[in-house]
């Protein structure tokens, strides 16, 4: 059966790419477009689309005020399809936190229409078999503070990846780590400046600082570093102390930034010293890079599928035989700092 898509954008030009390019996938049907969400809201109830694409900047009302009542009277899951700037990078971290399954950029600048086609095509079927999970705001302190300093002579590090859903899974996670957490390095499968609003986001949430990681940044406790979108981040070692290069590079599982390559460059430079966390997406991306993790002696844990929004990523590896734990999301923090 075919995926229902309803395209919701006030240009008309846009809509026509999305319905064209949407239109060259077998498994999706193009059901309706609307200019504004008032329109939408009036196919919504005669067409009955599985997944929307929805632009955060109409007329009449914004996409993002547009998500909160639908998510709240009509749950339908949405793709965000953004402009590749910082100001659009931070209407569609307001758009995932009002429920939208995923971010996708629009075409612009090296961004080009087949680069979207790929990502949109994934996005819309990851979206309709997302379960859309309400998550309550994350009013637990963070885990009691605890005699890490060992991270100074054993070099720990958290390496984590995520795909669909994985913006509020991470913020879950985070959120509850202490202040003192070995260096956490993160792979979200996200555009450019999103990442980057993301980042700024859950420094102002958590106790650890949360950066969008640059060429050369060193990786300690109380640090997270996300993966900045369309760059590949990987993990690397002089002596005791790591840090992260960031670089361009070929898609690797359809994905830059991969799972995959952060995951490998962790099993080799961090081995037994890591430990590493695979949460909700779509795909495969991450799932032999946390084997070969686990062959290296790290400790390897999976989100849950009851918790995941896609349970594509974990499952993937789960069947590879590749995770030591599976954990529900909120279980996730505690089953890492026990292990430290």
């Known amino acids: 059966m075919s995926v229902k898509v309803l395209i919701v954008d006030d240009s008309a030009v846009v809509r026509k790419i999305f319905s064209t390019e949407l239109a060259r ?20 109830v005669t067409l009955k689309p599985d997944v929307l694409t ?28 953004s402009s590749l700037t910082p100001k659009g990078g931070e209407l569609a971290m307001e758009a995932l936190q009002a429920g939208a399954v995923e971010v996708i950029s629009k075409p612009g600048g090296s961004f080009s229409v ?28 963070p885990i009691a503070k605890t005699n890490l300093s060992m991270t100074k002579t054993t070099n720990k590090v958290i390496a984590i990846g995520a795909s669909t859903g994985g913006t509020q899974a991470l913020e879950r ?37 949360v950066l969008e990681a640059k060429d050369g940044d060193s990786v300690h406790p109380g640090r997270a570093l996300i993966a900045p979108g369309n760059y590949h981040m990987i993990l690397n070692r002089s002596g005791a102390k790591y840090f992260v290069r960031v670089k361009k590079g070929p898609l690797v599982n359809r994905h830059r930034p991969s799972v995959e390559v952060l995951f490998k460059s962790v099993a080799k430079y961090a081995g037994a010293n ?8 779509m795909g495969a ?11 290296n002696g790290a400790y390897t844990i999976a989100q849950d599928e009851k918790t995941s ?32």
């Open 25 to 44: 996938d077998p498994e999706i049907e193009v059901v309706g477009t609307a200019p504004d969400p008032y329109i939408a809201r009036d196919k919504i």
């Open 54 to 81: 929805l632009d955060v900047e109409m007329p009449r009302m914004d996409g993002i005020t547009f998500l909160r009542k639908l998510m709240r009277y009509n749950p339908v899951p949405a793709v965000v399809v």
């Open 114 to 141: 087949g680069d979207l086609s790929v990502q949109l095509i994934e996005a819309v079927k990851a979206a309709a078999k997302a379960r859309l999970i309400k998550y309550s705001p994350n009013i637990a302190k």
């Open 173 to 209: 996670v985070l959120t509850a780590f202490p202040a003192d957490t070995p260096g956490v390095v993160i792979v979200q499968h996200m555009p450019e400046n999103f990442t980057r609003s993301f980042a700024e986001r859950l420094n102002q949430e958590c106790a650890m600082e």
């Open 274 to 281: 890591a430990i590493g966390v695979i949460m909700t997406g």
């Open 285 to 295: 991306d991450g799932a032999r890079g946390i084997l070969e993790m686990k062959e």
């Open 309 to 340: 929004v896609v349970f594509g990523m974990p499952n993937e590896a789960i069947k590879l035989g590749a995770i030591e734990k599976v954990r529900p999301l909120d279980k996730i923090p505690a089953e890492i700092i026990s292990h430290l």
